[in-house]
């Protein structure tokens, strides 16, 4: 059983947002436990990432140090109001990343889902004990000048976003942004089932 608040859970999941999106490693370790695990669910080839690590520093370089030298300009959104815990610490949303990648300065924009489990590591700190990541796409947009990626970041509500608010947000994009066919796969957020069992 999870004693974790949701505010708890908030704060875990938002520090690990400014650890990713803002390239800041060090903050892993105020977020996960130091014998955390980081698994991977992969249903594309436009992305790659190890199918497993474990611990503080392993995670820190594979989602913060090694990304952030492909990706900048990243913000990453859970595809919710808020977290939802289940008796045994386990958090399921969806995801939309929209970022960078700095040596083609192409937009990519991605969506998956996630499963958190938190809890009390030892020591007794509240700390993200396990994560796994799906990424369901992670398509690459033809993008000179970031001009879509600023205007998508823009049309987007960081970093809680209702499912509402994303079908608004990728509406107000459309109705903006010349050759915006790209985001039509993007309108609805990726379905859980994925990270589920």
């Known amino acids: 059983m999870t004693s974790l608040s949701l ?5 875990l999941l938002e520090c690990y ?16 436990a130091a014998e955390a695990t980081l698994t991977f669910s992969i249903a594309t080839d436009s992305i790659d ?32 109001v808020e977290p939802s815990l ?20 192409t937009l990519r924009l991605g969506k998956g889902a996630y499963r958190w489990r938190m809890g009390r590591a030892t020591g007794g700190a509240e700390r993200i004990v396990g994560l796994h990541i799906h990424i369901e796409r992670m398509d690459t ?25 994303l079908m608004r947000g990728i509406q107000a994009f459309e109705k903006t942004c010349a050759n915006s066919a790209f985001v ?7 379905s859980t089932d994925a990270v589920r069992g």
């Not at 505010?7 to 704060?11: F, L, N, Q, T, Y």
């Open 141 to 165: 947009i033809a993008d000179s000048g970031s001009v879509k990626l600023g205007a998508l970041q823009d049309a987007l509500t960081y970093p809680w976003m209702p499912t509402a608010m």
């Open 86 to 105: 289940d008796a045994d610490g386990v958090c399921i949303m969806p995801w939309l990343v929209v970022m960078r990648e700095k040596e083609t300065e």
């Open 17 to 32: 947002l400014h650890a990713k999106d803002q390239n800041r490693p060090e903050l892993i370790a105020q977020c996960f």
């Open 184 to 190: 039509a796969a993007f309108r609805e957020p990726s």
């Open 49 to 80: 990432f190890p199918r497993s690590v474990t611990g503080t520093d392993a995670i820190a370089k594979t989602l913060v140090s090694d990304f952030g030298e492909r990706f900048d300009r990243c913000r990453t959104y859970y595809v919710c």
């Open 7 to 11: 505010s708890s859970a908030r704060s």
